[in-house]
């Protein structure tokens, strides 16, 4: 009887623990929200507010992936942030991320390698839109680190009530530019001006003179005579007074919406500044960068998204989803018109809607024009200190009068000592 009872009593046990298990199972899979994935970013104002509608979309068009971001307000402050994470483990899931930094991050082990990702989620043809001159940098050693998402291109700035004055035309090539200057000095007008550092200026110069400072074998070709006659053509200007750099204002622009000179270089997204602070009895348009040496090309400026070290394979995974949605047409479309960013596909600003917002707005036609032919520096470990070296090299040229060869022989042995001991 004792035995039946306790057989009973076990039997009765039994069925209540499955039972409860699997009301726990049950729970646990209604309970189960979707994977998270945190995205540090550096967009403030109508560009974060832009990329939080994105987000919110994506978010709301699928229940397997919810991004939450955080914007860090600018470049240097992300930078720092992810250097300070990177040493406590705390990096978020993805990040906006420039593409020259990418080497030194994957070699001090912090992001993820997402190549099987992109294949499997990309087709050729989505892959293929992307401009070229954005996609030479997406990949490291062969692997894709990182998904487009905001470029901007090297634009020339010109006042065009300047022009009309003196019956001039939009200048196409340095030496025109260079005349014009000339010519607008004698009446006590300043021809160009350059943001405080003439860097991406003198990069581009080079390039168009068939010189790469830094090629993609990391090889620095900086002491060359193409580079020199590039910085020369630039500091012949200075030294003339045809031009100036914007010293303490920093960007070109200061000046030049206050019509204090003719022509100035930035990105494209610097359109939507000078709309916004131009007086509006200023006209003024865009063109793409004077040629040199027979040749005109135009250096991007590349953010991306990349993944973190620490990141679960689902949260890989919805990652690179949520970097096909920012890349799509629609998006890059989108963000185009809200940023002043120019689309990294092909498929955007071939889109009807793209093309209509040009006709509305023709100061961002010049922006496109400039992907004909434009580049990307080489992205290689110890960027920043070659990047800051290169900095100091122009400074010296502007506060100190030195001259070309000088300082870019300085730099070369500079160069050649950072790719040598990063090997």
């Known amino acids: 009887m004792k035995r039946r009872w306790l057989l009973g009593f076990a039997t009765v046990l039994m069925a209540v623990l499955l039972v409860a298990c699997g009301s726990g199972s049950s729970a646990q899979k209604s309970t189960k929200g979707p994977v998270t994935i945190t995205f540090w970013h550096r967009m403030t104002g109508n560009y974060n507010k832009a990329l939080e509608g994105y987000i919110k979309t994506f978010n709301s068009s699928q229940k397997q992936y919810k991004v939450v971001a955080t914007s860090q307000g600018s470049y240097d402050n992300l930078q720092k942030k992810y250097l300070a994470s990177a040493k406590s483990r705390t990096l978020p899931t993805i990040g906006q991320v420039t593409d020259t930094i990418i080497p030194e991050y994957v070699h001090d082990g912090m992001l993820v390698n997402i190549d099987s990702q992109v294949k499997s989620q990309f087709s050729a043809n989505e892959l293929k839109a992307i401009y070229p001159g954005i996609a030479t940098n997406l990949k490291y050693e062969g692997k894709y680190y990182q998904i487009p998402f905001a470029t901007g291109t090297r634009l020339m700035f010109y006042n065009k009530d300047i022009l009309d004055k003196y019956h001039l035309s939009v200048p196409k090539t340095w030496e025109e530019l260079t005349k014009m200057s000339q010519q607008l000095k004698d009446d006590g007008i300043t021809g160009v001006a350059f943001n405080k550092s003439y860097d991406f200026e003198f990069e581009t110069l080079a390039y168009d003179a068939g010189n790469r400072l830094i090629t993609p074998k990391y090889q620095a070709k900086i002491d060359t005579p193409a580079s020199i006659k590039a910085m020369t053509a630039i500091t012949t200007m200075l030294k003339d007074k045809t031009a100036v750099t914007a010293g303490l204002d920093n960007y070109f622009n200061v000046p030049f919406v206050q019509g204090k000179i003719f022509a100035g270089f930035g990105s494209s997204a610097t359109i939507q500044q000078i709309a916004a602070t131009a007086p509006k009895s200023m006209h003024w348009g865009t063109a793409v960068m004077p040629s040199f040496a027979g040749k005109a090309s135009s250096v991007l400026g590349n953010n991306g998204i990349s993944v973190f070290k620490g990141a679960s394979a689902d949260q890989i995974k919805g990652a690179v989803t949520f970097m096909k949605f920012l890349m799509s047409t629609k998006i890059q479309t989108q963000w185009a018109k809200a ?73 070369q042995k500079q160069a050649d000592t950072i790719l040598k001991d990063n090997k």
């Open 339 to 411: 940023s002043g960013y120019v689309p990294v596909v092909k498929t955007a600003t071939q889109s009807s809607a793209y093309q209509a917002y040009l006709k509305e707005n023709p100061t961002y036609q010049a922006a496109v024009d400039a992907y004909d032919d434009a580049f990307s520096s080489t992205p290689f470990i110890g960027y920043n200190t070659y990047r800051n070296n290169l900095l100091d090299a122009v400074d010296q040229t502007v506060s100190k009068n030195a001259e070309p060869k000088t300082v870019l022989t300085n730099l």
